[in-house]
Nanobody
Framework: QVQLVESGGGLVQAGGALRLSCAAS????????MGWFRQAPGKEREFVAT????????YYGDSVKGRFTISRDNAKNTMYLQMNSLKPEDTAVYYC?????????????????????????????WGQGTQVTVSS
């Protein structure tokens, strides 16, 4: 049974930083792209970032580009999201996502990983989410 478990969320002041982790089990994701989405109350799920299996190719949403960094440690089957210069509008539940089928393009080139449409990822493996709250 594939499981993705996020951790590292919390309450932080604007301008602060957090590091989220996504630990995978039940499958070796080292040959799969992975990604992060977020969802704020009353809003649609929003693309945050994706990363190729090697970590050499990354995509970011416009609202986080330059502030967030996605990375991974394949030996630990874990993905990370370093979030710096946090803003109140970053407040959301953050989810990690892993593809149900092999996504091994490197650099990322197909719809999985380059598309910002949540519908592209809806049938994939999702974690339960971790809350990030940024106070002003």
């Amino acid at each position: 049974q594939v499981q993705l478990v996020e951790s590292g969320g919390g309450l932080v002041q604007a301008g602060g930083a957090l590091r989220l982790s996504c630990a995978a089990s039940g499958r070796d994701f080292s040959n799969y792209a992975m990604g992060w989405f977020r969802q704020a109350p009353g809003k649609e799920r929003e693309f945050v970032a994706t990363i190729s299996w090697s970590g050499g190719s990354t995509y970011y949403g416009d609202s986080v580009k330059g502030r967030f960094t996605i990375s991974r440690d394949n030996a630990k089957n874990t993905m990370y999201l370093q979030m710096n210069s946090l803003k109140p509008e970053d407040t959301a539940v953050y989810y990690c996502v892993g593809p149900r089928y092999l996504v091994a393009e490197d650099p990322l080139s197909g719809s999985w990983g380059t598309s910002r449409d949540p519908a592209v990822y809806e049938s994939d493996y999702w974690g339960q989410g971790t809350q990030v709250t940024v106070s002003s």
